[in-house]
């Protein structure tokens, strides 16, 4: 549970130089493996053009439907504290990225998406652990791998793949620092010296013994994305 899928550094750095910060950068690189086809809605998705949708693939007719409290082009109003005024079974893909930290009750979602869900359709779930407190409008959880593999079994989905994103704590503690110290200029040069002084040293703290059966790296990660498969 909550693995670590290892990146090149190569991939890590091409993001960090791009201004992404570290968590950004694993997830871009992450969801960069993943093709998505059908009908798909994601949820969160402000006006439609989330920067991840240039890393995530789009099988050819794919139909991408955004979400948001407020409606927009092409972004329909949902509230996922609320029922979802949507059709049962009439999706094949749903995204939840980076929203579930701002959603103060989030206790009926897991079975609104199951529902919509069209059978042997996934739901992508991206969400912060190690991250500041960040407003949008509020900010409420950091969830563990546990909980998410609990909460979106719940109502019989399968959990696929739930990936810990992460390199280890001395990683994410020097990649914090460039932004908080250097001007905006050369703060993307700062976080590639730091991820690359520092991603050789949690590599090697990984193989040190594991507590409750997680490495170094599985205990300090900057977030988890989950893939969780509706049963046919």
């Known amino acids: 549970m909550g693995a670590i899928h290892r990146y090149s550094p190569g991939q890590v750095v091409s993001q960090l130089f791009q201004g992404k910060s570290l968590y950004r950068a694993l997830s871009n690189v992450a969801l960069a493996r993943y093709t998505l ?7 969160g998705a402000k006006d439609g053009n ?6 995530l693939k789009k099988a050819r007719g794919v139909e991408v439907v955004g979400s948001d409290l407020v409606a927009a082009p092409g972004v329909i109003a949902l509230n996922v504290e609320q029922p979802f005024p949507i059709e049962t079974g009439s999706f094949d893909c749903v995204l939840a990225l980076n929203l579930f930290e701002h959603v103060g009750d989030h206790s009926r979602t897991a079975a609104e998406v199951s529902r919509i869900l069209a059978p042997d359709g996934r739901f992508f ?5 190690l991250h500041e407190y960040h407003a949008d409008p509020d900010d409420y959880f950091r969830f ?8 979106w079994e719940s109502t ?3 959990c696929e793949n739930l990936e810990a994103l992460s390199e280890g704590i001395f990683t994410w503690f020097a990649c914090k620092l460039p932004p908080l110290f250097l001007p905006p200029i050369v703060r993307p040069a700062g976080m590639v010296v730091s991820y ?9 703290a990984a193989i040190r013994p594991r507590v409750c059966n997680r490495s170094i790296s599985e205990r300090f990660p900057c977030g988890y994305l989950g893939v969780f498969k509706k049963p046919s």
């Open 50 to 55: 989330g920067s991840y949708w240039k890393y």
């Open 37 to 43: 086809g059908g009908r798909v809605l994601d949820i």
């Open 196 to 204: 690359l002084m520092t991603t050789l040293l949690d590599r090697i």
């Open 125 to 129: 779930i991206l969400t912060p652990f």
């Open 144 to 151: 563990t791998d546990s909980y998410l593999k609990r909460w």
């Open 156 to 158: 019989g989905l399968q």
